[in-house]
């Protein structure tokens, strides 16, 4: 094994030693790294997954292992290369299904065989399996519209698949999920437990990763006691890119430190996990030595692997600082929001602020009105009251009917006369031209009122007097 290789190797081990501690693993939950990859930094500088063994069409990228591209008639496979040593066990795993058709083809395949699979017919891994075979159909073959579909199928070892008819008699169970171009990776949580087979998914609507939904859980289920985990994916005269981001394998132990706190590890795991440390720090000290004494010239190339993982710490310290930075911007946002909500308003007519004080101006306006009103009112009384009196004082007989009239056409001109001086002034523009939007049109309106009422007064009291004459004419 070159030096580099091992350091590398050394560093993803380091990587999700941390990642199992950091996960906080519930009692009797282990993360198996071993039959785990994820990125970034998920192949090596050779294109080598660490623990695993690729093949076919397969390609390894710093973040995800592409099963298949997007071309037709493509297999591509990806093997554990160490055999379990637990008996239960979890997988997660986390994959996109990507193709510009509404029609994908042909899926991928979760597995868990005796053996390692080849490449063959069944979505790109070979038939008559050994174990369980978690089948992502994406095509639908039977043309029952029914796909894509998710589906469990256990093998002995002597059943070959229907692809005819998609698997439909030889499934263990199922569900119907669209697993195919969603916005966020697709998440398959695979997990057997005491015999009991439970597939949960997440169907990439959202970010959240524990948007789980039950796919379906079978009893009585009996897998090999030891296996190899495997992803493949095949396509067909239509194509989609098969890409898996993580693979996430814990081996359940229940019963085991059950009673250990949340997020602690029991003492054997702990000195089994420092043993294994000191033993790879040692094989990496000694490789390093080794290696320098033959490149004298790569030694500035040293912290390359070192600012690997500083990166990984960092990366994380970076999302944690940036979530608390977007929780506190939506903070913020919504007490800026909450200063501009307006008070609560009763009804829906709320008035402005320039509308109250049109409203003031024209109270005011009504106001003064009434004041003249009242004042060219009491100026009427008091005319009326002399013209009553002058009557009183002329003598009674024939020849009073004349000063009436005569008083009365008095008035009667001063009006006219009021009115034209009126008009007049209206001429010359020194009353402002009505404008209706204006409170000015009030001192018209106001003029035409005064000259009714002034009119009705000398309308009544012509009436009154006239009246008066006439009772007075009945005495002769
Ligand atoms: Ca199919
Ligand atoms: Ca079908």
């Not at 997020?263 to 390093?288: C, I, M, P, T, V």
Request: with cysteine; proline share 4%; glycine share 8%.
């Amino acid at each position: 094994m070159s030096a580099p290789l091992s350091l590398t190797i050394f560093w993803v081990w380091a990587v999700f030693l941390v990642h199992s501690v950091s996960q906080q693993d519930v009692p009797g939950r282990k993360f198996e790294y071993k039959f785990s990859f994820k990125g970034p930094y998920l192949s090596q500088k050779d294109g080598s997954v660490p623990f695993w063994q690729y093949s076919g069409n397969a390609i390894a990228s710093d973040e995800s292992v592409r099963i298949t591209p997007s071309l037709r008639s493509q297999k591509g496979q990806i093997w554990s290369k160490q055999k379990t040593d637990f008996e239960w066990w979890e997988v997660e795993l986390v994959f996109r299904v990507s193709g510009r058709g509404r029609v994908g083809a042909d899926g991928l395949g979760f597995w868990f065989t005796e053996a390692r699979g080849r490449e063959g017919p069944v979505f790109g891994s070979s038939d008559a399996w050994k174990g369980l075979g978690i089948f992502f159909d994406s095509f639908d073959n039977d043309n029952k519209h029914n796909n894509p579909y998710v589906m469990a199928v256990l093998n002995d070892g002597t059943m070959r698949f229907d692809h005819q008819n998609d698997g439909v008699t030889q499934q263990l169970a199922g569900c119907l999920r669209d697993y195919r171009n969603k916005p966020f990776p697709v998440r398959a949580k695979i997990e057997y437990l005491r015999n009991v087979l439970t597939v949960q998914i997440h169907n990439g609507i959202t970010n959240n990763p524990n948007d789980y939904e039950m796919c379906f859980r079978a009893e009585n289920v009996h897998l090999p006691p030891s296996g190899y985990f495997g992803v493949s994916a095949a396509t067909g005269g239509l194509a989609d890119d098969h890409d898996v981001l993580k693979f996430l394998t814990h081996s359940l132990h229940p019963g085991i430190s059950s009673n250990l706190p949340h997020g602690q590890l029991s003492e054997a795991e702990k000195h089994k996990l420092e043993q294994e440390y000191e033993n790879f720090q040692q094989k990496l000290d000694s490789e390093r030595k080794a290696y320098h004494e033959k490149h004298p010239e790569a030694k500035k190339d040293e912290g390359h692997d070192y600012e690997w993982f500083e990166e990984e710490q960092t990366r994380e310290l970076r999302q944690i600082f940036q979530g608390q930075g977007n929780m506190m911007q939506a903070l913020q946002d919504l007490h800026r929001k909450g200063g501009m909500v307006p008070p609560p308003a009763v009804g829906t007519n709320v008035m402005q602020r320039h509308e109250v004080e049109q409203l003031l101006g024209a109270t005011r306006e009504l106001l003064q009105l009434g004041r003249d009103i009242k004042a060219y009112t009491v100026e009427i009384h008091q005319k009326s009251s002399e013209l009553i009196n002058n009557q009183a004082r002329q003598p009674v007989g024939q020849g009073s009917v004349q000063p009436i009239g005569y008083d009365v056409h008095a008035v009667m001109n001063e009006l006219k006369e009021s009115v034209h001086s009126l008009k007049r002034d209206l001429g010359k523009g020194s009353v402002a031209p009505c404008d209706v939007s204006q409170i000015k049109c009030l001192s018209v309106s106001f003029f035409l009122m005064l000259l009714v009422i002034q009119t009705c007064a000398l309308a009544g009291l012509y009436v009154w007097k006239s009246s008066r004459e006439n009772n007075l004419k009945k005495f002769y």
